[in-house]
C-alpha cells in the first residue's frame, strides 16, 4: 500500500519495528516506493507506540484476552477510542459490548461505515476528539448557539426579586 509521505512512511515503519509483537503477516516495506505491506501484530505490548498512536496506515494490532470482561476493561483503562468496532453473531454481547464501553461511533460486524453515512454523525468524545461532523450535526458542531437576554431600560418590579413575600410569590406564578 502506497504511503502519502516520507514522513508518514518512517512513522508507520517505525511503529511496525519499535513493536514488542509479532508480526503474523505483511511487514514489508520499500522506502523507494513508499510502500508498505498490509500489516497484523499479533500481542503488541500495551505501551508500544502501535497501541496509543493513531495509525491511519495498513498496520493492524491485535491483542488476545481471555474474555469479554477483560476485553471491556483493557479497552476502558484507556482514553475513549473513536471508533469502537464489534463482530459477532450475538445481538446480545453486541449490544453488552455497546453499552459497557464509550466510543465516538461504533458499528457492528463491519468496518468503517459509519464515516461514510451522512445521515449518522462521526466525531469522537474524550482524547478522540470533541463534537460530531456530517450533515447537520457538522452544522451544529461548527456553529456557535449564543444566548442572549434582552429587557427594556425600565426597572424591574421589585417583586422579582428577594426576599420574597407570600404576595410577590403569588403574582410570579401567575406572570410566569
Not at 427594556?152 to 401567575?174: I, S
Amino acid at each position: 500500500m502506497r504511503i502519502v509521505n516520507p514522513r508518514q512512511f518512517d512513522r508507520l515503519v517505525s511503529l511496525i519495528e519499535s513493536s514488542t509483537g509479532s508480526v503474523v503477516t505483511g511487514g514489508g516495506f520499500d522506502r523507494s516506493s513508499l510502500t508498505i505491506e498490509p500489516t497484523v501484530i499479533l500481542n503488541p505490548s500495551p505501551e508500544d507506540a502501535v497501541m496509543g498512536d493513531e495509525i491511519f496506515g495498513p498496520v493492524l494490532p491485535v491483542i488476545t484476552v481471555e474474555s469479554t470482561t477483560a476485553a471491556i476493561d483493557f479497552v476502558n483503562r484507556r482514553p475513549k477510542p473513536l471508533a469502537l468496532y464489534i463482530f459477532t453473531a450475538s445481538r446480545q454481547l453486541a449490544r453488552g459490548l455497546l453499552d459497557e464501553i464509550p466510543s465516538g461511533g461504533a458499528v457492528v460486524n463491519h468496518v468503517a461505515m459509519h464515516c461514510l453515512v451522512p445521515q449518522l454523525p462521526f466525531g469522537g468524545v474524550g482524547a478522540s476528539g470533541m463534537g460530531a461532523y456530517h450533515g447537520r450535526w457538522g452544522f451544529e458542531t461548527m456553529s456557535h448557539r449564543r444566548a442572549v437576554l434582552s429587557k427594556p431600560t425600565r426597572l424591574d418590579p421589585m417583586l422579582v426579586y428577594p426576599p420574597y413575600t407570600d404576595r410577590a410569590l403569588k403574582v410570579m406564578r401567575k406572570l410566569f
